[in-house]
Nanobody, 126 residues
Framework: QVQLVESGGGLVQAGGSLRLSCAAS????????MSWFRQAPGKEREFVAR????????YYADSVKGRFTISRDKSKNLAYLQMNSLKSEDTAVYYC???????????????????WGQGTQVTVSS
């Protein structure tokens, strides 16, 4: 099992920046893909960014491309989401998620992930 704990959320003005962290513990050697999702009130959970845990290859949703950067530090079992040029529409609870299924696909779908953190609130004021 893998345990995930997010931190770094908060209130920021539009145009500002935040860095989210996701600390992984437990059987971290089985992690394959780590992603960030977000969920705004009344909306479905939305893919934001993902990274392959071993090779560090990133991929972004079009809505955050060029503004957000995902990274990971394997030695510390930490992943990060650097969020710049924040907009009011970025307001949501942000979750990190891990898939341990190397044969999986559809990495933009929450259903492909078997471990989730509790989420951290990001609020962008306009």
């Amino acid at each position: 099992q893998v345990q995930l704990v997010e931190s770094g959320g908060g209130l920021v003005q539009a145009g500002g920046s935040l860095r989210l962290s996701c600390a992984a513990s437990g059987d971290t050697y089985i992690m394959y893909i780590m992603s960030w999702f977000r969920q705004a009130p009344g909306k479905e959970r939305e893919f934001v960014a993902r990274i392959t845990w071993s090779g560090g290859v990133p991929y972004y949703a079009d809505s955050v491309k060029g503004r957000f950067t995902i990274s990971r530090d394997k030695s510390k079992n930490l992943a990060y989401l650097q969020m710049n040029s924040l907009k009011s529409e970025d307001t949501a609870v942000y979750y990190c998620a891990v898939s341990t299924n190397v044969l999986g696909s559809r990495w933009n779908s929450p259903r492909s992930y078997d471990h989730w953190g509790q989420g951290t609130q990001v609020t962008v004021s306009s």
